[in-house]
């Protein structure tokens, strides 16, 4: 029997006003696509012979999700002519400083103004005044509209995350500290938590592992050498450096397999791990990919439990609604974040690798006993391995795969690139990460027995480099990517949502047969051999 979504749809319909909401003004291609959303939701209502008073809801919806995004919206039109006259203002810091060895930045929050500023510290010399987290400031600086790039719209970026201009400093008697720890106690004690571990890190591991093994942990990519930065890029697998769902996934599985010797239960272990989910969020910052991630994690560990009393079936928990639900709370927080490229890749790539998953595994189940007594797997421990490590290699392939359609029509709009060597990155590049953030676990629990945190430096640094040199093997195979012009774009945005919804199946149906075909003609082989021969009457 197919699940309900109702959240599902309340959540599209949300996200069709917020399109609606911004497109009220200057572009009307955003209305249009709410209102096609709109018909094609109606339409499926109707297929499927729904009452009335579902249509009404979502009517509803996202007339509220236009009118929270309008509510929501910076009035530009009255903002950026203040920018001509402003050369000084008060404000606090209200993000992690990334301070890199020539340029410093953070969000100001000032005092008297709606939204938020971008400000840029510049210290070629590399010496600069210290800046954290909370800190009330006085500023001097030439503040301007945020720039546009040929490519990219770094003016819409920052709307996204409610930012409206620029502001440039170079020198140090630019800035006038008037007061320190303004900001939330949980916010300044996951800075400086995060700033400990920093300097663990760099105690124990060199440079270059130290800056990736940062990157890795906690998205910091303030340590890592150009170089570094754009072969991950180049390679597809830029993922890995954006603290997500993947990284966190990682950390979990190590947490769950510790817990698991204390034999804990699945609900005890989902309840232990959940404030250190929160922990590790306020550690890194509330970068989009990683709340959406901590929010799921937060509904399957209430779903779970809830199911684990019997008040509902495990057969209900259902990850769509688990995304639906985080997706609809950050956009009721803020409604612009449905722009921002952070969070349209978060959640497509985790949409289709639900999608994919629901799609293909039933089929993949329906095989696997099939192709278990044609193997005759049981019969001794080396199939039996090399059966559960291909059943591994073809999940984690599907996955990667999934991901990669999902995504690639956003990358692909936002950055004219098509990852062609992505795929087959990722089969080495995630494998060799989640050894790293585990080793680098280890490093930095160890930091209480200095010999044992020098091994598993030395080690986790070997690690790192080596992951360094596999990213730039493929970031430099020809043909790694595509670039695309604005022609190509519409086709790639068409195609690809095809192909995400129809090959993942096909191609399931298509390795499965393949597999099967192979058996056949092992089994053939194996009926001819001389030893079957004399066994045969």
């Known amino acids: 029997m197919p699940r309900r979504r109702p959240l599902l749809f309340i959540t599209l319909a949300w996200m069709l006003g917020i399109l609606l909401g911004r497109e009220l003004s200057p572009t009307p291609l955003y209305a249009w696509l709410a209102v096609i959303g709109l018909l094609f939701l109606s339409a499926i209502l109707y297929r499927f012979q729904c009452p009335p008073w579902p249509l ?8 509220l999700g236009a009118l929270f995004y309008l509510h929501a919206r910076l009035p530009l039109e009255k903002l950026y002519p203040l920018l001509e ?9 209200v993000s992690y400083p990334d301070h890199r060895p020539e340029r410093s930045s953070f969000v100001l929050q000032p005092e008297g103004l709606p939204g938020l500023l971008q400000i840029f510290y510049y210290h070629p010399n590399g010496k600069y005044k210290s800046l954290d987290y909370g800190d009330e400031l006085s500023i001097e600086a030439r503040f301007e509209i945020p720039w546009q790039f040929e490519d990219f719209s770094y003016r819409e970026h920052l709307l996204t995350r409610n930012i409206w201009a620029v502001g440039s400093l170079w020198s140090a008697q630019q800035i006038h500290p008037t007061e320190s720890d303004r900001g939330n106690a949980i916010v300044a004690w996951g800075y400086q938590a995060r700033l400990s571990l920093f300097e663990l890190i760099d105690q124990y591991i060199p440079q270059p592992g130290s800056g990736l093994l940062k990157g890795l942990l906690f998205g910091e ?17 830029m993922h890995v450096l954006a603290v997500s769902g993947m990284n966190l996934g990682i950390l979990v599985g190590l947490f769950w397999a510790f817990l698991r010797l204390f034999r804990l239960s699945a609900t005890q272990i989902h309840l232990v791990l959940l404030p250190l989910v929160f922990a590790y969020l306020v550690v890194v910052g509330f970068e989009v990919s990683l709340i959406r991630a901590s929010l799921m994690y ?3 560990t209430l779903g779970w439990v809830v199911a ?6 495990r057969d209900w928990i259902d990850p769509l609604h688990g995304l639906s639900a985080a997706a609809l709370m950050i956009l009721v927080w803020t409604p612009q974040a ?9 959640f497509a790539a985790t949409a289709g690798i639900i999608i994919a998953a629901q799609c293909a595994l039933p089929l993949l189940e329906e095989q696997r006993e099939r192709l278990r007594l044609q193997w005759d797997v049981a019969s001794s421990f080396p199939k039996r391995a090399l059966f559960r490590l291909g059943e591994l290699v073809a999940l984690f392939v599907l996955i990667s795969l999934a991901a990669q359609l999902a995504v690639a029509p956003i990358l692909a709009y936002h950055f004219h690139r098509v990852y062609l060597a992505a795929l087959f990155a990722n089969l080495v590049i995630v494998p060799l990460s989640t050894v790293a953030l585990w080793l680098g676990v280890f490093v930095v629990c160890s930091a209480a027995l200095p010999l044992m945190a020098d091994y598993w430096g030395t080690l986790e640094g070997w690690l790192l480099e080596r992951l360094i040199d596999s990213t730039q093997f493929f970031a430099h195979l020809p043909g790694a990517y595509l670039m695309i012009d604005g022609a190509m774009q519409s086709a790639f945005l068409v195609v690809l949502p095809l192909l995400l919804s129809a090959d993942t ?5 298509l390795v499965l047969s393949s597999l099967t075909r192979s058996c056949r003609i092992l089994q053939a082989e194996n009926s001819t051999s001389p030893e079957k021969s004399l066994e045969s009457p």
């Not at 009404?56 to 007339?63: A, D, E, I, R």
């Not at 684990?308 to 079936?313: A, D, P, S, V």
């Open 308 to 313: 684990e009393r019997g008040w509902i079936l």
């Open 298 to 300: 937060g509904f399957i």
């Open 505 to 509: 199946r096909v191609g399931a149906e």
């Open 221 to 237: 990519r303030a340590y890592l050498s150009d170089d570094i930065e754009s072969g991950f890029r180049d390679a597809g697998v």
């Open 338 to 346: 449905l722009f921002d490229v952070s969070f349209q890749l978060s």
């Open 85 to 93: 006259n402003l050369k000084s203002i008060r404000g606090i810091i």
């Open 56 to 63: 009404m809801l979502l009517v509803l919806t996202m007339t």
